[in-house]
């Protein structure tokens, strides 16, 4: 049986700060913050903070 992938909440964050960011809508230099982007996404600032992480390791 193969495992269902579950699309969590940090995932999704994650994936729309990416488009952000690649796209353009988040130009390169732009100062972005928890508050900011949770408000935009209208999601606490967890998931934002652990899309952050991961966008750094990701270099990004």
């Known amino acids: 049986m193969a495992k269902e992938t579950k699309n969590t909440l940090r995932d999704s964050v994650y994936s729309a700060l990416k488009a952000m960011i690649v796209t353009g809508q988040i130009p390169p230099g732009s100062r972005v913050t928890e508050n900011d982007i949770a408000a ?7 998931p934002v903070r652990e899309a952050f992480n991961r966008l750094e390791r990701d270099g990004l």
Request: charged share 30%; hydrophobic share 30%; glycine share 0%.
């Open 40 to 46: 935009k996404l209208t999601v606490s600032r967890t």
